[in-house]
């Protein structure tokens, strides 16, 4: 069983930072890539791509982030990292990580828990 397990929440002012972070355990052939989504305030919002990295390296960010949120992770750790810069009102949302793994010659995704982040004005 793979379990993700989440840091980094709270709640900053905006132009502030944070970084989250995101560790993966368990029963993991090869990982396939990991990232962030986030879900918004409101009921019809949907879960969002925020960033996501791939197990050679490359990178894609939502267009709202680019240029103020950096993703990398640490192999030997199996966790990956969200900085994020220039926090805006709008990025307040709950941030999901998610890991898509092999496994027993599968692909399989799990999703953490999610933490919260709160940017105030």
């Known amino acids: 069983q793979v379990q993700l397990v989440e840091s980094g929440g709270g709640s900053v002012q905006a132009g502030g930072s944070l970084r989250l972070s995101c560790a993966a355990s368990?029963?993991?052939?090869?990982?396939?890539?990991m990232g962030w989504y986030r879900q918004g305030p409101g009921k019809q919002r949907e879960r969002e791509l925020v960033a996501f990295i791939m197990s050679g390296g490359s990178t894609n960010y939502h267009d709202s982030v680019k240029g103020r949120f950096t993703i990398s992770r640490d192999n030997a750790k199996n966790t990956v990292y969200l900085q994020m810069n220039s926090l805006k009102p709008e990025d307040t949302a709950v941030y999901y990580c998610?890991?898509?793994?092999?496994?027993?010659?599968?692909?399989?995704?799990?999703w953490g828990q999610g933490t919260l982040v709160t940017v105030s004005s």
């Open positions: 998610k890991l898509g793994y092999l496994y027993d010659r599968r692909y399989l995704e799990v």
């Open positions: 368990g029963s993991i052939s090869s990982i396939n890539g």
